[in-house]
């Protein structure tokens, strides 16, 4: 039993646009560092989840020359594929299933649901998931975590269900102990009120986050409950930038490790989001050293996949290197899952 | 967040067909981290100097292959505009545009599941023709 290392591709995003990194280089850069390989099959496969042939050929010849094992498959059905109407629950099934059968013949044991999808699919897709051996796993992420109606919802079915092949996927984003600050950074070249991320850095300095005290689901500073931003905060907006800065905010999080108590069982994989990571592999907003004493301690095992999102800060014209990003946290896990001094 | 991945630098440019100016055109990659159905493309708007150009005068290719109308995109739930492919925007102008500088403005947005409303973003560029 012990956590293993894996490499979300999602973090090599820049590097696969800019052309600076093949598919091929990125399968020879992990097995270099001994990490296997969570993938977006809707980023880097075309034409997914129908690949041609020659697509999967090349695909089948990668898997055969690199020592990385494909191991999460993060997926999306696209329930607004239509502008005119919401895809029916039927149509929704089978695009899962689609996605079921497309993860079992690249050799991936776990699809990530994103956030959000609907729960009314899952128990209809389940027996494609055991017949296929994958592993049908929602994604709990800032925004929409543990307290989310989707992410609820889901979880009722997982606890009721208790199947093997129903669980999580955490994204370690819900333990920032402070706001990232290329994202801070990122707001304030766009002219972000440096008053306004004053106010939401104090809110992680009380020990709370964005989405205690402002609410999710806020466009424009008002959800769908009429909920609105504090007036000390609204009297500080001086453009539509610190609005958005602050219904960004609320996709990170600042729970405590021992959240996960009841679903840990039900954890198949984690997302390590990484923002930026610095030369001794210290993650800026999240303590990866707590994550994994925390984990070891519960004797959990699994796949620990770097997912680095900086990159999304990035402005136009700025080199970010996420394969630099990827081996400093890889580097770091590595010693953490070691048990050497970090 | 996506804007840099919006409407490609030195991109703008009249289209020539048999020796007569029939519009111009604008690349983009897709203003997400992930490729999308074209059905899922929500808007895609240009305007130049102000003036926005009609839905009706677009024409959209993902691959350089095929060609689209935006009422055509609304159906195409297979056909994918791929994450690292430049799109070609053509707007139907005889003539295109004039000699000098102008500004063009490129806004797209993108529907996708777990965001409750279309998202993309608007870039404009100073061109020379």
């Known amino acids: 039993m012990s956590i293993k290392r894996s490499v979300s591709l999602y973090s090599l995003q820049e590097e696969y646009i800019h052309k600076k990194m093949s598919l091929e280089d990125m399968f020879k850069g992990l097995e270099n560092i001994e990490a296997d390989l969570e993938f977006i099959t809707d980023q880097m496969m075309k034409n ?38 919401k895809l029916k629950t039927h149509e929704a099934i089978d695009m899962l299933i689609h996605e079921i059968k497309l993860a079992h ?17 899952i128990e209809p897709a389940l027996p494609y998931a055991e017949a296929y051996d994958v592993i049908l796993a929602m994604e709990v992420h800032g925004a ?27 994204d370690t984003g819900i333990f920032c102990r402070n706001h990232p600050k290329v994202a801070t950074n990122y707001f304030l070249n766009h002219g ?13 300095k009380s020990g709370k986050d964005p989405k205690q005290v402002l609410g999710t689901g806020m466009f424009l500073g008002k959800n769908q409950h009429g909920q609105t931003y504090p007036k000390e905060l609204t009297d500080l907006f001086k453009s539509e930038v610190d609005a958005l800065y602050c219904m960004f905010s609320c996709a990170y999080e600042n729970s405590p490790i021992e959240i996960l108590d009841p679903y840990l069982p039900y954890v198949k994989h984690f997302h390590g ?25 519960k004797n959990w095992s699994g796949y620990v996949s770097t997912e680095y999102e900086g990159n999304r800060f990035a402005v136009e ?26 | 967040m996506f804007e840099r991945y919006i409407f490609r630098k030195d991109s703008c ?39 926005k150009s009609k839905p009706e005068d677009i024409l959209f ?9 935006f009422e055509e995109m609304k159906t195409a739930a297979l056909y994918k505009w791929e994450y690292g492919e430049e799109a070609t925007i053509f707007v139907k102008q005889p003539g295109g545009l004039s000699k000098g500088e102008h500004q063009v403005k490129l806004e797209i947005a993108i529907r996708t599941p777990y965001v409750p409303v279309p998202f993309g973003g608007a870039v404009t560029r100073d061109i020379v023709i």
């Open chain 2, 61 to 69: 290719t993902p691959d350089q292959k095929e060609w689209f109308t």
């Open chain 1, 317 to 342: 014209g700025e080199e970010v290197s996420g394969w630099q990003q990827v081996l400093r946290h890889q580097s770091y896990m590595k010693k953490l899952i070691e048990g050497s001094k970090v």
């Open chain 1, 192 to 204: 972000l009120n440096p008053e306004v991320a004053k106010f939401i850095d104090g809110i992680y």
């Open chain 1, 105 to 121: 013949r690249l050799g991936f044991g776990i699809v990530r649901l994103v956030s959000m999808t609907p729960p009314e699919i």
């Open chain 2, 13 to 51: 440019k009249n289209v020539v067909k048999a020796s007569e100016t029939v519009g111009f055109e604008v690349k983009t990659y897709v203003s997400y981290y992930r490729s999308v159905p074209l059905s899922m493309i929500h808007k895609i708007e240009i305007t130049v100097d102000g003036v």
């Open chain 1, 144 to 170: 929409m975590s543990f307290d989310d109606y989707e992410t609820k919802a889901f979880c009722d079915i997982m606890f009721r269900v208790n199947s093997p092949y129903l669980g999580l996927v955490v």
């Open chain 1, 273 to 297: 989001k990484i923002y930026d990571v610095n030369e001794a592999g210290i993650e800026s907003s999240i303590d990866y050293k707590e994550i994994f004493d925390y984990l070891n301690k």
């Open chain 1, 48 to 85: 997914s989840p129908f690949p041609r042939m020659e697509t999967l050929n090349e695909w089948d010849r990668l898997i055969r020359t690199y020592k990385v094992k494909p191991i999460c498959n993060d997926i999306f059905v696209n329930t607004n594929l239509y502008a005119n109407r």
